[in-house]
C-alpha cells in the first residue's frame, strides 16, 4: 500500500495495490472515490479535500496502526499546519 499526496490540489490516492488499465471509479461521497476493477477487487481510494480528510486535530500526521501488535506509527502529512493558501 502506498499514499500519494498532491499537496497543491489538495488530493491524496490510497493505492492498495497496482491498478490495473480499466476500473470503475465509484462516488461514494462528495470528497470520496473508490476504484474498483470488473471482478470488484478494490484497487485505491481517491480523497479529495485531503487536507481536511487526513488531518488529526493540527498534528498533519498519518497514524497507521497495526490491529494484531497495537504498534502505530505516525507520518508527517506535507500540508501545511494551518491548512492550504486559497
Do not use: C, W
Not at 55 to 60: G, P
Amino acid at each position: 500500500m502506498r499514499i500519494s499526496i498532491d499537496a497543491q490540489h489538495n488530493v491524496a490516492y490510497i493505492h492498495l495495490q497496482d491498478r490495473p488499465a480499466t476500473v470503475d471509479t465509484v462516488e461514494l461521497s462528495e470528497d470520496l472515490f473508490l476504484d474498483v476493477g470488473p471482478d470488484g477487487t478494490i484497487y485505491g481510494l481517491e480523497l479529495l479535500n485531503a487536507n481536511e480528510q487526513l488531518r488529526t486535530a493540527d498534528l498533519a500526521e498519518l497514524e497507521i496502526e497495526n490491529a494484531e501488535s497495537g504498534e502505530t506509527t505516525r507520518i508527517k502529512l506535507p500540508f501545511p499546519k494551518g491548512g492550504l493558501a486559497a
